[in-house]
Every structure is written in structure tokens, then in C-alpha cells.
């Protein structure tokens, strides 16, 4: 047997998007700290780009990579918006864990 | 050798299409550069607001127009079939400009009191409206991505804009961390059916799945659930409603008004155009989810309204449950089906900016306490301003001669003529146990206060004075919401015309 045999195909690609993307959603709902939080939605969108470049590789067809270009401006611009309002919240209180924002409950 | 120039084939740009969400961008940058300009002149903010309602009039004026010009010479698409002009996207987007321009009349005197002037507010709620009016044009899945990153991105601020009051910046991170958290889901949705499909346009996955049958399945299954949770975020049906209490609550009462009936809207006509557009082949399997959330939706809505006892939570979990009866609409896939969702959407813009407009004069200052205590015997004290809050509520319970229970009688209609019995009991049951909160709250406001505690609208006279341009917001709902419910043939007929070319 021999290396050549092992070719990575689209498929390894697309799996390892789907445990990035997973990886990240686990985060999101499961960790405390708002920047950890963040960050975790960054990888979800950067797992979804992996998706993108693999199905465009797969299909042959250029407009999944010219997705990404998209993605990458709106996570950009998501990170501005969403920093600011951190840091709007870190000033007025030393923390920024999900547990701590507790003045909103039924 | 030869140098051989190929021309480049440019999509053909139809900017009539865009033209409102043109006016509505031009209106929001406009509003920067006035506030770059002025710095800290006294006018600024009195010229960003008249700057921001000529845009929002340009943009209706526009809208007319194109209900015009798409009644008359039938739907075009443009931008290489990434907009598609037809009257379901005017109305959508007349129904948005509404919603946009009430928010912003509120917003005026909202921000004077609370000490929270400034231009950029007025900018933010623009361009998230210039979005959603991308949304009901968009005709490709990565416009939709786009239009409903524009249309969140501003929300968020919005959202947070109070600095000095903590819910609010709480209210405005929870969005922020949820709506991104939707949007990547969304965005994998797209990827899948990217990926099972071979193209984003609506259009053309209809055209793909019309004419090849797919190998494999589960790609395209798998991102069409994806889709329906990211838009199930967006207009905030059960099981992916956990944001909605809390940022209602926390963010400031006219950008609640605007996130409610608004950003609903939007949400709304992406769903629908996303189903009955690009996967009417895979209608069996979109179906069972969306009756599932709808549902679920309108029965969590109605019976966790009941345990709450802040006015814009119960109307935060109400608002869930009128969005389980639009999906009710949206299951029936019936012409009547869309008609109905259309005009429920059109008739709830009224019912719950009017309600919200009610509580932002009420509310003390610093908009924190909205608790049901603080309003009991608010129709006594206040009898045109609370009778006006009765009224609203009994119009989303849905008593007749309201719009509200014209609209829920088109939707059980519908459903009713899609003959699924079991969904339209459901329905009934739900909007029974509604009643329960909504005359919960009209009980409450009639109620003997207890002596001595400070209540809702006592406060000093000249800060309770109903400002102009809010009773124009209140009294214009309250005229439609009563015209809906008294002469709704009209607004049927809209309506109806609406989703023809659909």
C-alpha cells in the first residue's frame, strides 16, 4: 500500500467544517464568558467558509468562494458592533460572564 | 500572438428595483454627515430626524410607485436574479416602512427624555430598515444572508442604546451573541444547500430540483432545517424564542416597537419566499417543521405570557405567539395562506406599535419599570391614554370589530381550508388561553390603585404631556386597527394582490 492511496478528497474537508461548526455551537451554549462566547460564533462562520471553499472545489463552480468574501466582511463588521458593546458593558462592571448578566430574567 | 480581448458580461442593474432601499441608505448616511457637520450645534438632532423622515417618505413615495409599476407590467427580476421585484416585496416593504417610521416618531420624544440624543440613532434604524426592505427583495440565499446582517447588525446597537441603564446593554449583548449565533446557522444552511444544489438564487434551486432528482438527500435536507432555525431565531418561534423576553424587555420601548413589527415582517417574508419559492418539491419536509414550530409557538407563548408580570414581557411572549399564528399561515401553503399572513403581519404592525407607543409615554423615567403594579389603575387616572392600551390588547386577543381578529379569522381560515383540524384547535385553544393574560392586563388597568404606592403616569405633568408626533402614532394605529376590524375588504384585497405573482 502505498501514500498515494490516501488522497484527501472534499469529504475530509466538509467533515472537518462540520466538527469545526459543531465545536463552536457546543461553545456558544455551553461557556460562560462572553468573549469565549464570541469567539466560538467566529468559528462557526469560519466553518461555514471552509464548507463554502470545499463545495465550490467539489462542484467546479467559482461563486462558493465569492461567498466567502461576504462572510468575511459581515463577520467583520459583526466583531465591531459586538466588541463595542462588550467593552459598553466591562466598563461599567468588572466581568462579562453570561452568569453576571442576570438583571433580565421572568 | 495575438491578444484576444473577451468582453466581460455585466449583469444588467435595474436601480428603479433597489430605488427605496436607495433612499433609506442615502437618509441613513446623510444623518452621519449631518452629525459630522454640526458637531454639537443645538439642532443636530432636530435635523436628523426631519433628514431621516424625508428619506422615509422618499422611500414610501418610491414604494407606491413600484406597487404601481409590478401591479401593471408584472414582476422583473434584476442584478443577475439577485432582487426580485414583485408586489409581495412592496408590501412587505410598505409594511416595514410603516413600522419604521412609527419607531421613529416615537423614538423623537423617547430620546429628549431619557437624555439620549443623538443623530445615530436615527442612522441605525435606517439602515436596518434599508436591510429589511433587502430582505423582501432579495431572491438569491446570500442577498438574504446579507439583507438580514443589515437589517441585525444596527438592531444590536439599537438595542444597547441606553448607556446609562445596564438591562439595556445586557438586552443589546444577548441579541448580539443569539443573532450572530442564528446567523452562522443560517449561513450553514446556505452552505448545504449550496452544496446539494449547486446554486444560492431561489429561482434557480426551484429550477435545479425541478428538473434533476437529487442522489443523495441529505445535503439539501440538512440545510433546508438549518435555514428554518436561523429564520426560526429571526422571528422568534419556539423552540428558539429564548432571547426574545429579555431583549424586549431590556432595550429601549420604541426600538422594542420596531424589533417587534418590523424585523417580524422581514423575517416573515424571507421564510416565505425561501419555501414556497425555492423548495415547493420539498414541501413535505418543510411542512411538519413548520407546523411543529408554529404550534409550539403559540401554545408556549400564550400559557408563559401568563406567569409574567412586566407589561413588555408578556407582550415580548405575546408577540411569540402572534408569530405562531403567521407560521399557522405559512403552513397552510395556500394562496389563502399567504394572503392571510400578509395581512396579519400588516394588521399586527398596528396592534403592537400602538401598545408600545402607549407604554413609552407611560413609562417612568429611565424606561425600567414596567411592571403590571405600576400600571393598575391606569384607565382611571389616565382614561383616553389607557382606554387607548385596552383597546390594543383587546385588538391582539383578537375581539371582533378589531383588525386583530380579522386577521386571526383569515389565518384560521386558511388553515381551516388546508384541512388540518388538529393545528387550527390548537390555534383556537391558544388564542383562549391568550385571553386569559391580555384581559389579565385590561383588569389590571381599571383596578383601584393601592394607596400610596407610586404608580405608572403619576409623575410630574409636564414630562407625561403626549407629544405631538406620538399621538400621531397612537391615534393613526388605533384608527387602522379599527378600520381593519370594521371595513377589511380593502386591506384583504391588498393583501390578496400581494402574493399573486408569488
Request: net charge neutral.
Amino acid at each position: 500500500m502505498t501514500l498515494a492511496a490516501y488522497t484527501i478528497t472534499d469529504t475530509y474537508f466538509l467533515v472537518v467544517a462540520a466538527l469545526l461548526f459543531t465545536i463552536g455551537a457546543v461553545g456558544v451554549l455551553t461557556r460562560k464568558n462572553v468573549l469565549v462566547m464570541f469567539m466560538c460564533v467566529e468559528l462557526m462562520l469560519n466553518a461555514v467558509n471552509l464548507t463554502f471553499v470545499a463545495f465550490a472545489h467539489a462542484l467546479d463552480d467559482v461563486a462558493g468562494q465569492v461567498i466567502v468574501f461576504f462572510t468575511l466582511v459581515v463577520a467583520a463588521a459583526e466583531v465591531a458592533v459586538g466588541l463595542a458593546i462588550i467593552v459598553a458593558i466591562f466598563r461599567r462592571r468588572r466581568h462579562a460572564t453570561a452568569d453576571d448578566l442576570d438583571a433580565l430574567k421572568g | 500572438m495575438i491578444a484576444v480581448t473577451v468582453p466581460i458580461e455585466t449583469p444588467s442593474v435595474d436601480l428603479w428595483a433597489i430605488a427605496p432601499i436607495l433612499a433609506l441608505v442615502g437618509g441613513g448616511v446623510g444623518v452621519v454627515l449631518v452629525k459630522a457637520l454640526m458637531r454639537r450645534h443645538r439642532a443636530v438632532t432636530p435635523v436628523a430626524f426631519a433628514l431621516s423622515l424625508v428619506s422615509l417618505v422618499v422611500a414610501g413615495f418610491l414604494l407606491w410607485h413600484q406597487w404601481d409599476l409590478v401591479r401593471g407590467d408584472g414582476p422583473f427580476s434584476s442584478m443577475a436574479g439577485m432582487v426580485r421585484l414583485d408586489p409581495f416585496a412592496v408590501f412587505i416593504g410598505i409594511v416595514v416602512g410603516i413600522a419604521t417610521a412609527m419607531a421613529l416618531l416615537l423614538s423623537y420624544s423617547y430620546l429628549r427624555r431619557e437624555q439620549l440624543e443623538a443623530p445615530e440613532y436615527f442612522a441605525l434604524m435606517l439602515l436596518s430598515a434599508s436591510g429589511m426592505l433587502m430582505m423582501a427583495v432579495a431572491n438569491d440565499l446570500v442577498a438574504v444572508f446579507v439583507a438580514l446582517e443589515v437589517l441585525s447588525i444596527p438592531l444590536y446597537v439599537l438595542a444597547a442604546f441606553d448607556r446609562r441603564r445596564l438591562t439595556s446593554q445586557e438586552a443589546g449583548l444577548k441579541y448580539f451573541i443569539l443573532g450572530a449565533f442564528s446567523s452562522a446557522i443560517f449561513l450553514y444552511g446556505i452552505a448545504m444547500v449550496y452544496g446539494g444544489t449547486g446554486t444560492t438564487s431561489l429561482t434557480g434551486i426551484a429550477d435545479f430540483l425541478a428538473r434533476n432528482t437529487l442522489y443523495e438527500q441529505a445535503t439539501l435536507l440538512a440545510g433546508i432545517g438549518l435555514l428554518l432555525v436561523g429564520l426560526g431565531f429571526k422571528v422568534a418561534a419556539v423552540p428558539f424564542h429564548m432571547w426574545t423576553p429579555d431583549v424586549y424587555q431590556g432595550a429601549p420601548t420604541p426600538v422594542t416597537a420596531f424589533m417587534a413589527t418590523a424585523t417580524k415582517a422581514a423575517g416573515f417574508a424571507a421564510l416565505l419566499r425561501i419555501v414556497l419559492v425555492a423548495f415547493p418539491q420539498y414541501h413535505d419536509d418543510w411542512q411538519p417543521v413548520v407546523w411543529v414550530l408554529a404550534a409550539l409557538s403559540m401554545l408556549v407563548g400564550s400559557i408563559a405570557a401568563i406567569a409574567q408580570h412586566d407589561v413588555k414581557r408578556i407582550l415580548a411572549y405575546s408577540s411569540i405567539a402572534h408569530a405562531g399564528y403567521i407560521l399557522m399561515a405559512v403552513y397552510a401553503d395556500t394562496s389563502r395562506g399567504r394572503e392571510a399572513a400578509l395581512l396579519y403581519l400588516f394588521i399586527y404592525t398596528f396592534m403592537a406599535v400602538g401598545a408600545f407607543a402607549v407604554i413609552t409615554v407611560l413609562s417612568h423615567h429611565g424606561d425600567a419599570d414596567h411592571t403590571l403594579d405600576g400600571y393598575r389603575g391606569l384607565a382611571l387616572r389616565r382614561p383616553v391614554l389607557g382606554g387607548l392600551l385596552i383597546f390594543f390588547v383587546l385588538a391582539q386577543a383578537g375581539i371582533p370589530l378589531t383588525g386583530g381578529f380579522i386577521g386571526k379569522l383569515e389565518i384560521f381560515a386558511s388553515v381551516a381550508q388546508a384541512k388540518d383540524y388538529v393545528l387550527l384547535v390548537i390555534g383556537v385553544l391558544a388564542a383562549v388561553i391568550a385571553t386569559f393574560f391580555y384581559l389579565r392586563i385590561v383588569m389590571t388597568l381599571v383596578s383601584a390603585p393601592d394607596d400610596g404606592a407610586e404608580a405608572v403616569g403619576d409623575a410630574a405633568p409636564s414630562r407625561r404631556r403626549v407629544d405631538g408626533w406620538v399621538g400621531i402614532v397612537i391615534g393613526a394605529s388605533a384608527v387602522m386597527v379599527l378600520l381593519v376590524g370594521v371595513a377589511p375588504g380593502t386591506f384583504i384585497h391588498f393583501a390578496r394582490d400581494a402574493v399573486f405573482f408569488l
